[in-house]
């Protein structure tokens, strides 16, 4: 017989739900840390799953995922941090570098914590690199990371209380129905934020040039 993909990872799910569920906001902040570093989880579903066992402790359980979210989210960071500069400093030279990761930090916490709030398609680990490409600060990368998260799971966990679990489905078949208009919006919004991170970094009002017209320049002379 032969087991669809779906399947599988309904069963892996529920397995790890019945593996973490007893150790309650530990587990969840685990599966978090999962999710952010290395395996995708579906963390939302867990979240709530936690929050329908249990909804008396919603607020420790979200800022338990949220917290294991930014735990995780330092990898893809760290990555970025170690590899993207090498990359970045064989195309422009260190002074440019500075400027240009000078200019990003002043942007640097919405810039993180707006994709973080934002659910799945969302690419959150993008972000986490590019915001280690720039240097940014780890305390500020870390809390971005920590109340985006932190905002995204307590608003499913308030809905999950107010209205219980089955809105969370119904949401869920809703947004399936219509996958392509969400996927729109979804691409619509990051195409947006990028380009608002882009003139931040890259403003040519301020009279800088971009790191290609330098290029051009110093070869010209």
Not at 145 to 161: D, E, P
Request: aromatic share 12%.
């Amino acid at each position: 017989m032969k087991i669809s993909p779906a399947s599988l990872i309904h069963k892996w799910n529920a397995a790890m739900m019945a593996a973490l569920l007893p150790y309650g906001a530990w587990g969840i902040g685990a599966l978090a840390i999962m999710d952010s570093a290395a395996i995708p989880v579906p963390i939302d579903a867990m979240v709530i799953e936690f929050v329908v066992h249990d909804h008396s402790r919603f607020v420790l359980y979200c800022f338990m995922a949220a917290l294991g979210s930014a735990i995780g989210s330092l990898l893809p960071f760290y990555l970025g941090r170690a590899g993207g500069e090498l990359f970045l400093l064989k195309r422009i030279n260190r002074k440019r570098y500075e400027q240009l990761r000078d200019r990003f930090e002043r942007q640097e916490f919405l810039a993180i914590m707006i994709p973080a709030m934002m659910p799945p398609p969302m690419p959150v680990k993008l972000f986490e690199f590019a915001a280690g490409v720039f240097e940014m600060r780890t305390i500020s990368f870390f809390g971005a990371i920590l109340l985006g998260k932190f905002i995204r799971f307590m608003t499913w966990a308030v809905i999950t209380i107010l209205y219980g679990p089955t809105i969370v489905a119904t949401l869920s078949v809703a947004i399936k129905e219509h996958l392509g208009y969400v996927l729109a919006i979804a691409f619509a919004l990051i195409v947006l934020l990028a380009i608002w991170v882009t003139r931040m970094i890259f403003d040519r009002r301020k009279g800088e040039s971009l790191p290609v017209e330098d290029e051009a320049g110093s070869t010209s002379e």
